[in-house]
């Protein structure tokens, strides 16, 4: 049976029994913590008695929202005032019993609640605290207000991107946030970490992510460009070659899919031919050689396209839209979609993007409500029922438990 097989309603996940207190909101924190839940996490997610703003985010189904779904499902709900000082003691006490916290906070807000690691780690000197930040934590650019968009901007990714577009001089619009979901996955790698580190030591510690050093990550040959004065070169800019009714990416990752995309277009000849015969002439002559690919791609379809080039092995695919790619039956075998329920009917989520041949790795199939899980959480602080109304706002009227 393959991993992707494998029957996992006996196993548990790798997380199983670890507590997470998420006070993270929007995605990069969520996405993150998202992670820890489906690997059998229990992930505390505390907000205020409105919810965070991703709750409005459409698609919205009598006040559900699946975008905020796709981020926090399997994760408990609990509803605190953080201004208010019953809630911060509430805070407190469940970090007492935590092992990791994550935040998004811009750095500083956590200091004035005094729910900063310095502050908690003495309440529990195991807790691994996690911050994400645009800048990072401290330094000239710590404070300054920061989204996806923002950084993509100041860490040169979309001046890098616009380098590779010929003609063009403005930079593109940003529609998808990729340095959300990149620093939410460099925090959960961190955390991961911390946590086996924490084994050996007993100890937490404080992880410090930057969104800004994450999208960096990402301009691998222009960080190092940046450093010495390199030759500019034709670099091969892999884009879409056309066909009788729409495009194909397809990649020359070697010498053998060089050699057998010559054939695939009729160009045999070409693979000694000075122009192209090695890499660096291939670089210098990358125009030319797609051009001529696209000579020959112009003539077929795409579905024909693309049976000649995997035919002969050359990496190749239509450009699709997120629609076309879920329908994918790869998608379907790797059973990379999860059927979740929530308050406005049922929706898909995207599982993670790895399986585990010994532990559990899926999405809840169901979502809590705003404030469901407060009435059990304030309980287990020790607090009385007399207390816990004293809590009591519209997010708790509904609390189930």
């Given amino acids: 049976m393959t991993i992707a097989g494998n029957d996992q309603r006996s196993m548990t996940g790798s997380f199983a029994g670890l507590r997470v207190l998420d006070f993270s909101t929007t995605i990069a924190g969520p996405h993150c913590t998202r992670m820890l839940a489906d690997m059998g996490a229990e992930v505390i997610k505390i907000e205020t008695e409105e919810g965070e703003t991703m709750r409005t985010r459409p698609p919205v189904r009598n006040n559900c929202s699946t975008a905020f779904g796709q981020l926090n499902v399997g994760k408990n709900s609990l509803v605190l005032d953080l201004k208010s000082s019953k809630g911060l003691e509430a805070v407190?006490?469940?970090?007492?019993?935590?092992?990791?916290?994550?935040?998004?906070?811009r750095p500083g807000v956590m200091r004035r609640l005094k729910l900063d690691y310095a502050s908690l780690h003495s309440l529990n000197p195991k807790l691994v605290y996690c911050s994400i930040s645009g800048y990072g934590q401290t330094g000239p650019s710590a404070e300054l207000p920061a989204y996806a968009?923002?950084?993509h901007a100041a860490s040169g990714y979309e001046m890098a991107h616009l380098a590779y577009q010929p003609g063009r001089s403005r930079p593109d619009y940003c529609g998808i946030y990729h340095a959300d979901?990149?620093?939410?996955?460099?925090?959960?790698?961190?955390?991961?970490?911390?946590?086996?580190?924490?084994?050996?030591?007993?100890?937490?510690?404080?992880i410090d992510v930057s969104m800004l050093e994450a999208m960096l990550s990402l301009t691998l040959n222009e960080l190092q460009w940046s450093q010495f004065d390199v030759k500019p070169t034709q670099r091969p800019m892999f884009g879409p070659i056309e066909t009788t009714d729409g495009y194909v990416m397809m990649a020359i990752?070697?010498?053998?899919t060089f050699q057998s995309l010559m054939q695939v277009i009729g160009h045999p000849e070409w693979v000694s031919d000075p122009r192209f015969a090695k890499y660096s002439d291939r670089r210098e002559n990358w125009t030319s050689l797609m051009e001529g690919v696209e000579a020959w791609s112009r003539t077929v379809t795409t579905a024909q396209c693309l049976a000649a080039l995997n035919a002969q092995g050359v990496p190749s695919s239509a450009y699709r839209t997120v629609a076309e790619a879920l329908r994918d039956p790869q998608i379907a075998h790797?059973?990379?979609?999860?059927?979740?329920?929530?308050?406005?009917?049922t929706f898909r989520v995207l599982n993670l993007p790895f399986r585990m041949s010994g532990a559990k790795v899926s999405a809840a199939k169901r979502m809590s409500t705003l404030g469901e899980?407060?009435?059990?959480?304030?309980?287990?602080?020790?607090?009385?029922?007399?207390?816990?109304?004293?809590?009591?706002?519209?997010?708790?009227i509904a609390v189930r438990g």
């Fill in 92 to 105: 407190r006490r469940l970090v007492a019993n935590a092992d990791v916290l994550v935040e998004n906070f």
């Fill in 149 to 151: 968009p923002v950084i």
């Fill in 181 to 206: 979901v990149l620093t939410g996955v460099y925090a959960f790698g961190a955390i991961s970490a911390a946590l086996y580190q924490r084994t050996a030591t007993g100890q937490g510690q404080h």
């Fill in 253 to 256: 990752a070697s010498e053998k």
């Fill in 334 to 345: 790797r059973g990379a979609l999860a059927e979740v329920e929530d308050g406005g009917g």
């Fill in 373 to 396: 899980h407060t009435r059990a959480y304030l309980k287990e602080t020790g607090l009385s029922e007399d207390e816990i109304a004293s809590f009591a706002g519209k997010a708790q």
